[in-house]
């Protein structure tokens, strides 16, 4: 039932970011100067709309319009537009996203590609799927054969994880910058090793949770902490457990 009510989800949000994408939608800023549109808010807005018709018990996280009923036993975590800065420059590599916590734990997670027509569905105990094809990641024999992926290090908070992330880069035999979500379907699909992040929210990664583990991969806090709510927004992904820690102690400095 999950399952196809995260397609459910998926469905509807498409057409929003297809009406939306490249017509010269006015781009507001947020209080942290980060971009947003109508199609982020509009998404959002059916996002709940569907949640709260077919499960009116539940809380809700977005990114747009805060949060309700956080004590409930399940929680739906919504980013709307993933990549809103790819969005207002005309770039197809957005999308939206949605988690299902339930007791603090991602069980189901949902990443849609609206231009790309790729979307990846993860749940727990269950295979991941791309465009309802099972998935696994790739083997990786190890740093230096791997292909490392940020959104981009700019935008890390601090200088500490700006360095910890250019130790790891400097192991690998690769970096690529630049994909928002897109990045953790595509290790879902073994097409990437590794990704690293820094400063992201809940609604940012929380999806990829059941979408890595159920392709084979590793994804958690830079303590190796599983992610959660109350996560400090430093994320490593890699494709197999092996590859996670040997990222891992790199970006502690051994």
């Known amino acids: 039932m999950i399952r196809a009510f995260l397609d459910r989800l998926g469905d509807t949000v498409r057409p929003i970011h297809r009406r939306y994408f490249r017509s010269g939608v006015e781009v507001e800023r947020k209080n942290d100067s980060s971009p947003v549109t109508r199609s982020d808010r ?142 953790y379907g595509l290790l879902a699909c073994g097409w990437i090793d590794l990704i690293a992040e820094a400063g992201l929210k809940p609604y940012d990664y929380l999806a990829h949770v059941p979408i890595v583990e159920g392709a084979g991969g590793r994804i958690a806090d830079w303590r190796g902490c599983p992610l959660s709510l109350d996560s400090d927004g430093r994320v490593l992904a890699a494709g197999t457990p092996a590859l996670f820690e040997l990222a891992l102690d790199r970006l502690h400095g051994a």
């Open 42 to 183: 509009e998404a959002e807005r059916a996002l709940r709309q569907a949640i709260v018709e077919a499960f009116p018990d539940d809380g809700i996280v977005g990114e747009e319009f805060g949060s309700e009923r956080l004590d409930a036993k399940r929680v739906w975590v919504l980013d709307p537009l993933d990549g809103t800065r790819a969005f207002v420059n005309g770039k197809p590599a957005f999308g939206a996203m949605v988690a299902l916590v339930e007791e603090g734990r991602p069980v189901a997670g949902l990443i849609d590609m609206p231009i790309l027509s790729e979307r990846w569905i993860g749940i727990v105990g269950e295979p991941t799927t791309f465009n309802d094809m099972p998935v696994r990641t790739r083997d990786c024999a190890g740093l230096a054969a791997a292909s490392l992926n940020a959104t981009s290090p700019d935008i890390f908070p601090d200088s500490a994880s700006r360095a910890s992330f250019d130790r790891l880069s400097a192991a690998c035999g690769q970096r690529h910058f630049g994909g928002d979500c897109h990045l």
